[in-house]
C-alpha cells in the first residue's frame, strides 16, 4: 500500500479524482487490474489508507451512485507536516523546460530531480521512445515516468515529448477485411468479436473487426486511430452490451481521445436489433442508471427504449447478436 500512498503524494492537488486514484491504483497494483475484484479491492485500500491518517473519504453523497461496489468520486490527501532542513529547490539549476517548478510541491520537486539531471544532460533534439524506455533510463524504474503524468503530461504541465517520449497505447486485436473507406466496428466482448470477425472475412461490410477488451478500450485512442490508418477505415462504430458500463465505455473512450485521435459512434442498426430481438437478464442496478447516460450515447427512439428496459432492472448483452443471426443475414445493414 506504500506504493500506492507514494502515487497519490505525486499528484498536484489534495483532492484527487477517482479516475486519477484508479490510475495510481493500477499503476501500483498491475496484477488486479482484470480482476473482477478490483473495484472491492481499490475500496479496501483507501479504507486502509483513511484508517492511518492518509486520507479522507467524501460523504455518501460523493460516491458513485452504482458500481461493485460503488467507489468515492475523489478524496482528499491528508497534509504531510513540514520537514526542518529540507532542500532548498530554489538553488536548484532547472532546465528551461521546468519553468513551472515554482508550482509544484515538494515531493513532486523531489521526483522531478531526475528529469531535471536528464534534461541538462541530454540538451538537444532527442528520438521519440517508448516512455517506459525513457523512464528507465531517467528513473532506473521503468513505471514512474507514467505515474507522474497526467493527461500525457509530466505532472500536467511538460509534453512527454520534450523527454523525448510518447505513451504507448495498449494493442487492440483485429481482423482486417478487404474494404477499404468502410467503418472498422469495435466489439465489448471477446466471443462477438470473433462472430463478427468470422462473418466479416466474407461479408467484406467492416473494414476490421475490433476486439475492444471491456473497459481496456477506453485508453486505446492511439491504437485505434493507427489500426484505422493500417485499413483504410472511413470511421469508427462500436457495438456493446446494453447495459450502463457498456454504455459508458464508448463514452469514456470518446472523453479520454486526444485532440487528432478517432472518436467512436454507436453502431445504430446492430443496437436497433439488440433492443428488438436481444435475451433480457435482470441486473437490479440498471434501476439507477440515469436516462442522460444512454441518451448520450444513442438517439431517440433507442435511447428510451433503452432505458425502459433498465427500469425494470433488466440488461441486453450483445451476444444475442451472435454467429448465427449474423450468417442468415437478417440484419438490414447500411
Sequence with gaps: MNTFLKNLRTCPRRRVQLDEIRRHFYAAFPEVQDSAQRGAQLLKGLQELEIAGHLKLPARGSWESFGQPPLPLWITLARIPQQA????????AWAPELDFWPRLKAPQLEALMPVNDFLLRRRGLLPLVPAKERSLEIFGDE??????????MLFGKLPLSALGCFQVSAPLPYRPAVAPGRPALVLENKDAYWSFGEWNTTANYFSAVVYGGGEAFQSTGAALAQMMRE???GRALYFGDL????VRIPLEFNRKAAPGQPQVSPAIELYAWLISNGVRRPKPECT???????????EEPLASAVHAIWRQGDWLPQEALGSETLQQGVIPLS
Aim: with cysteine; proline share 6%; glycine share 12%.
Design 85 to 92: 532542513g529540507r532542500r532548498d529547490y530554489g538553488t536548484v
Design 231 to 233: 485499413v483504410r477505415a
Design 143 to 152: 513505471k514512474r515516468l507514467e505515474r507522474m503524468c497526467q493527461s500525457g
Design 243 to 246: 447495459d450502463p458500463k457498456g
Design 288 to 298: 439507477e442508471a440515469p436516462f442522460d447516460l444512454v441518451a448520450t450515447w444513442l
